[in-house]
C-alpha cells in the first residue's frame, strides 16, 4: 500500500509546542493531511507515554492507532538532543529513534531516566554523546532505527556550522555503519545532499519536525510497501526505489536555514557573498550565522545538479495553506484562509490535492486563484527570497519579487 509518513513531530511535552498535540488532535490533523502514518514523537516523556499505552491500541507489527481513528497508525519516535564536547570542541547534536515496539521504548526511556531528566523536555537534554546514545539503542534491541535529525542546520545537528561534525565517521566512529539514514531537515533537500558522495549509502529522509497539528506533512516520506515496522525499516534501509517512491519536500530556500546571514541586521547572503564578506556581517561587523547552503557547498564533493545511481527521487510542495494565503492575498493565520483550506481538505485530503487531482477536478473544489496557485507550484514556478539566521523565506507566487531573489529548483525525477 501507498504509506505517506511524517516521522519527526513533537507532542504538547516539548518546549514551544502547541498544547493542542496530542494523539486524538494529531490523528485527526494527519488524516486532513492524508499522512497515514506518523510519528508519536516524545515517548521518552513519561507522562505522554503513558497517554500512548492508554490512548493506542496494537495495529500491525510494531505499529499503533487510536480506535477511533483507524485510517492513521502510528510508530514510536522520540528526538533526543545530546550537547557534549570532542576534540576540543563543543557539539550538539539532535537525533531521531524509532523503536520497534513499547517494551523497547520502554527500556530506552529507564535507561535514559538514569542518565538525566526525562520529565522536563519531550525532546530530551543529556551531556554524553551521540555514539553513546546509537550504542544504548542498539543494545536494547538491534531493531531500533537512529537517524540524525534536520541534519544540516547551524545548531543542533551533525553537520551544523555551529557545532556540528564534517561527517558520520566523525561524530559515530565504528558505529557508522548503523546510521542507515539521515533527515534532510527543511533548508536543504535530497538534489543538495546528493553532491556529497559521503552520503551515497545512507537514505535520506524528509518529515515535517512539527510543533502544531497545521505544520504536519510539510516535508514527508511516500513509500509502498506493506504497513508494519520492520517493512517500513527495510524499505529504508535498502533505499529501494521500488518501495521508498519519493519524498515531499519544502522548497529549500524557505527554511529558515538555507542562505547566511545576521537576522539582527536584517543581511541575507549567499555562500558567496559570505565569502567575500569573509563571514562577517556588512553591517555590524560580528559573524554571520552561516547556513546549510554554504556547509553544503563546503563539505561537497560534486558540483550542483549531480544525481547519483538510485537517487529517491524528491518532489518540492508548498503546504496548501500557504498557498491559499497567496491565492487570497490574506495572512496564513487569518480565518478565511483557515475556512477555504477547511472547506477543501474536507473533500478532499491535502497530499491529494496538492499532488493528484487533475486541473478538471482542482476547478471544481478550488477557488479559481488557488487553483492557479497550486499549478504554480507543481510547474515550480516559485519565487522564493530565501530563509536566513532563523528567518523562513518568503514565498511569492503570484507578485513580481521587489528584492534579489532565488528561484526554485526544477521537479526532479518522476514528475
Ligand atoms: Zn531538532
Ligand atoms: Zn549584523
Not at 554523546?129 to 551533525?158: C, G, N, R, Y
Not at 549509502?201 to 518529515?207: I, R
Not at 541575507?268 to 557547498?297: F, Q
Request: aromatic content about 10%; hydrophobic content about 40%; charged content about 25%.
Amino acid at each position: 500500500m501507498r504509506i505517506i509518513a511524517d516521522l519527526h513531530i513533537h507532542s504538547r511535552y516539548s518546549r514551544a509546542t502547541s498544547k493542542e498535540m496530542t494523539l486524538p488532535t494529531i490523528a485527526r490533523w494527519a488524516r486532513r493531511k492524508g499522512i497515514n502514518l506518523v510519528g508519536t514523537g516524545d515517548f521518552t516523556h513519561p507522562q505522554y507515554l503513558k497517554s500512548i499505552e492508554e490512548g493506542l491500541v496494537p495495529a500491525e507489527d510494531g505499529l499503533f492507532m487510536l480506535e477511533d481513528e483507524p485510517t492513521v497508525r502510528f510508530m514510536l519516535t522520540v528526538e533526543v538532543s545530546n550537547i557534549y564536547s570532542q576534540a576540543g570542541s563543543l557539539r550538539k547534536i539532535h537525533t531521531l529513534l524509532f523503536a520497534p515496539s513499547l517494551k523497547a521504548a520502554k527500556e530506552l526511556t529507564e535507561r535514559l531516566k538514569a542518565m538525566g531528566n526525562v520529565y522536563a523536555d519531550g525532546r530530551p537534554v543529556f551531556g554524553f554523546p551521540a555514539v553513546e546514545l546509537l550504542k544504548m539503542a542498539l543494545d536494547i534491541s538491534e531493531d531500533f532505527l537512529v537517524v540524525p535529525a534536520h541534519a544540516w542546520t547551524p545548531w543542533f545537528s551533525i553537520f551544523g556550522s555551529k557545532s556540528g561534525f564534517d561527517s558520520i565517521e566523525e561524530c559515530f566512529g565504528d558505529y557508522s555503519k548503523y546510521i542507515y539514514a539521515i533527515e534532510t531537515g527543511l533548508s536543504s533537500n535530497p538534489e543538495m545532499n546528493w553532491r556529497l558522495s559521503a552520503l551515497d549509502g545512507v537514505a535520506l529522509l524528509s518529515n515535517s519536525d512539527a510543533h502544531s497539528p497545521a505544520k504536519l506533512g510539510r516535508e514527508a516520506n511516500v513509500f509502498e510497501c506493506e504497513s508494519s515496522y520492520p517493512a517500513i525499516m527495510d524499505t529504508i534501509k535498502s533505499k529501494d526505489p521500488e518501495r521508498f517512491l519519493f519524498t515531499i519536500e519544502f522548497f529549500p530556500e524557505e527554511g529558515k536555514y538555507h542562505y547566511d546571514g545576521h537576522r539582527e541586521c536584517g543581511v541575507v547572503l549567499s555562500p558567496e557573498e559570505t565569502r567575500k564578506a569573509r563571514g562577517l556581517c556588512p553591517v555590524c561587523g560580528r559573524e554571520v550565522t552561516v547556513g546549510v547552503m554554504n556547509r553544503v557547498e563546503e563539505l561537497a564533493d560534486r558540483p550542483p545538479g549531480f544525481v547519483p545511481e538510485g537517487a529517491i527521487p524528491q518532489r518540492s510542495l508548498i503546504p496548501l495553506e500557504e498557498i491559499v494565503a497567496e491565492a487570497l492575498a490574506r495572512g496564513v493565520n487569518t480565518a478565511a484562509v483557515k475556512k477555504e483550506y477547511r472547506r477543501m481538505t474536507d473533500a478532499y485530503d491535502e497530499f491529494t490535492i496538492l499532488m493528484d487531482l487533475t486541473e478538471e477536478e482542482l476547478q471544481k473544489i478550488a477557488h479559481p486563484m488557488v487553483a492557479e496557485g497550486i499549478g504554480r507550484v507543481r510547474r515550480a514556478q516559485v519565487h522564493i527570497s530565501p530563509g536566513f539566521d532563523g528567518e523562513f523565506g518568503k514565498i511569492k507566487l503570484f507578485e513580481e519579487p521587489q528584492r534579489p531573489e532565488t528561484k526554485g529548483p526544477t521537479q526532479m525525477g518522476l514528475f
